[in-house]
T-cell receptor, first 114, second 116 residues
Framework: QQQVKQSPQSLIVQKGGISIINCAYE??????FPWYQQFPGKGPALLIA?????SEKKEGRFTISFNKSAKQFSLHIMDSQPGDSATYFC?????????????FGKGTKLSVKP | DAGVIQSPRHEVTEMGQEVTLRCKPI?????LFWYRQTMMRGLELLIY????????DSGMPEDRFSAKMPNASFSTLKIQPSEPRDSAVYFC??????????????FGQGTRLTVV
């Protein structure tokens, strides 16, 4: 119930294309869903996050779509650029619960080809 | 703030030796997390602390691993004795109290550990 399942494991997209990464969760108590971006040799860094009271959040070229009934959320990267090549992690957290830790997906390695 | 600071950035050690990884969280953050990252297993939570108290250490792989947080500004992860399968990148992260704003976790740069 604590798992967050992420797909695909790797993704290759042409420059200018749309990158889509999907995540699914089981625990309905989760109420915070961030996406982290990690470049080689660096720690993960927060990219964008959403709470379940909205179905979509957009920041620049990055959009989170959230489907509460399906218990799924996804990251869309519009106009993908080579600089977006990184590993992306979805995560989930239950603010009101006893667990204070983020539950991470396994990660998606994105390569954007010029 | 300089962010979460980890040391050393790289550590190469021989099998059987003791290894100590260090972390300084962001000032004022209540939670501190230790993660291990490998190609095979991704990001694994090893242990986390709330207000210096260990809350969940179920991710610590074996008794060879131990972690301490003697005060709000310092934590260590120790492996004794180290084994080649412990080779990984170890991340420390911290975040503020769960109810506050800007509650994302901030990660350090990581320590790349190689046990030969």
């Amino acid at each position: 119930q604590q798992q967050v399942k992420q797909s695909p494991q790797s993704l290759i997209v042409q420059k200018g294309g749309i990158s889509i990464i999907n995540c699914a969760y089981e625990n309905t108590a989760f109420d915070y869903f961030p996406w982290y971006q990690q470049f080689p040799g660096k720690g993960p860094a927060l990219l964008i996050a959403i709470r379940p009271d909205v179905s979509e959040k957009k920041e620049g070229r990055f959009t989170i779509s959230f489907n509460k009934s399906a218990k799924q959320f996804s990251l869309h990267i519009m106009d993908s650029q080579p600089g977006d090549s990184a590993t992306y992690f979805c995560a989930a957290l239950n603010y009101g619960g006893s667990q204070g830790n983020l539950i991470f997906g396994k990660g998606t390695k994105l390569s954007v080809k010029p | 703030d300089a962010g979460v600071i980890q040391s050393p950035r790289h550590e190469v050690t021989e099998m059987g030796q003791e290894v100590t990884l260090r972390c300084k969280p962001i000032s004022g953050h209540d939670y501190l997390f230790w993660y291990r990252q490998t190609m095979m297993r991704g990001l694994e939570l090893l242990i986390y602390f709330n207000n210096n108290v260990p809350i969940d250490d179920s991710g610590m792989p074996e008794d060879r691993f131990s972690a301490k947080m003697p005060n709000a500004s310092f934590s260590t992860l120790k492996i004794q004795p180290s084994e080649p399968r412990d080779s990984a990148v170890y991340f420390c992260a911290s975040r503020p109290h769960r109810q506050g704003p800007n509650t994302e976790a901030f990660f350090g740069q990581g320590t790349r550990l190689t046990v030969v």
